[in-house]
């Protein structure tokens, strides 16, 4: 592994989870992907308390969950998302990059005033470039510790670990995805999206129900502007696009 300062960058992020240990434990983030694969692998090395927690996702590919549940079965299913394609997005829209409500209420949201472990990195976008080993966000009146082992790491030191560890990771990672969180994420590519028209079908037309559900709902509210679009395909097409 790379170092800093002489200690190899595992070994910091252990003596980070150790040091700041809460009594109760730590809530652990765990979504599936390669960064959570590698905070759950550090946290059970730190020999801390921990419990893992995996907020279900309406969006995620059904490989997320055949992974965790074969591979990770101690981790406990948290559905805070309920409603996500028949309330949710009729009432707020499709989530876009500059307005992405939707991780509040997928991920967010779960482990409210706990001590939380999260495998977020600087290098995955411009907000996140900003944050430090720890940081702290005010939800729904309560403020959550975010404890960020790994926000100094390259997704070469992520992959680099994965290796030296053995770990196992979802099988979308060997046909080549970079990312395997949710289909048609606002902060997916177009050839990203144009992949997952093809290969998530059902996720793809529950996205552009749901969309056309918010167009209904916006031409039927005199109080609001109505929207510009006027097919649930033409709003759909428009949003995938970016």
Sequence with gaps: MRKENNIPIDELAIQLIQAFEPPEGYYLGFSGGKDSTVIYDLAKR????????????????????????????????DYLAKGFFSKLVPKKGLPLRKTRWCCQYIKESGGLGQHKILGMRKE??????????????TL???????????VNWSVGDVWRYIGEKNLNVCSLYEEGYSRVGCVLCPFSGKAENRKALEKFPKLVQAWKRA????????????????????????????????
Excluded: M
Aim: overall charge positive; glycine content about 4%.
């Design 211 to 242: 969309g056309g559900r918010y167009l209904k709902l916006r031409r039927e509210d005199p109080k609001r502007k109505p929207p510009t679009f006027q097919t649930e395909d033409e709003y759909f097409n428009w949003w995938i696009t970016r």
């Design 124 to 137: 995955e976008s411009s907000k996140r470039s900003n944050y430090t080993c720890f940081s702290q966000h």
């Design 140 to 150: 729904k009146g309560q403020t959550n510790t975010w404890l960020l082992p790994i």
């Design 46 to 77: 730190a020999k801390v308390k921990v419990s893992a927690h995996y907020s279900v996702s309406p969006v995620d590919p059904p490989q997320i969950h055949t992974f965790i549940k074969e591979e990770y079965p101690e981790v406990i299913w």
